[in-house]
């Protein structure tokens, strides 16, 4: 039996905000050759998203990630670009991932482990860079109209091999969720709750060291 780790698991929470910023990126290069398979009118919602992403400062709500087995997990989740970001899973998952705008920390208060990653080197770093990197392409496979707004599906331009993601947006546009599918095929979703932009979030929110460690303790 396969156990999801920490690192997964924020990989699957961040990617869709990690990638919808990567093809915000795509989008301003129009010039690619990934780009030019859209129609004008794909072109022109993939520019919506874009526009979108790019004016989104702090933003705070409620995410329901359900995985390939039918299990649900929630949580709560605070954005500060650039740099921060909250994700708190509930009860007994235990799971705590914050960007303090250099370090991504991961407590998991179930197995009592905690890990730190550079911002860089995380699908975060995507979203929450000051400027979009446009270094990190994807290749945008297909925009689809939904009754109430629209999805973009993409893959990693050099890592097509690894999975895919499918954004869903808002007519909005608001982003209201995303499914992840991995190289086998399992799909986690990711669906976002009284997604809400805000202002003044408290930056205590975004540091979070090694609870493990006691005062005075080395």
Not at 17 to 39: D, E, K
Not at 45 to 70: C, E, H, M, P, W
Not at 130 to 138: A, C, I, Q, S, T
């Amino acid at each position: 039996m396969t156990t999801t780790t920490p690192t997964r698991r924020l990989i699957l929470a961040a990617a869709g905000f990690g990638l919808a910023a990567t093809i915000s990126g795509q989008a301003l290069a129009a010039a690619q050759p990934q780009a030019a398979s859209l129609s004008a009118e794909d072109q022109a919602l993939v520019d919506k998203a874009t526009a979108y992403i790019q004016n989104l400062g702090s933003a705070k709500g409620r995410f329901v990630q359900t995985d390939a087995r039918g299990t649900q997990t929630q949580g709560t989740f605070y954005l500060q670009r650039p740099g921060k970001a909250r994700f708190a899973y509930d009860g007994p998952n235990g799971l705590l991932v914050v960007s303090n705008g250099s370090a991504v920390n991961i407590f998991d208060s179930r197995l009592k482990t905690f890990e730190s990653y550079p911002l860089s080197r995380t699908p975060l770093t995507l979203l929450l860079a000051r400027e979009v990197r446009l270094d990190r392409g994807v290749r945008v496979t297909g925009v689809r109209k939904l009754s109430d707004g629209f999805s973009i599906n993409a893959v990693d331009a050099k890592k097509e091999t690894r999975g895919r993601i499918e954004l869903n947006f808002s007519n909005g546009p608001d982003l209201i969720g995303w499914t992840v599918t991995d190289a086998k095929g399992a799909e986690t979703r990711v669906r976002l709750v009284d997604f809400e932009k805000t202002s003044g979030l408290d930056p205590k929110l975004f540091v979070l060291t090694d609870p493990r460690r006691r005062v005075g303790k080395p």
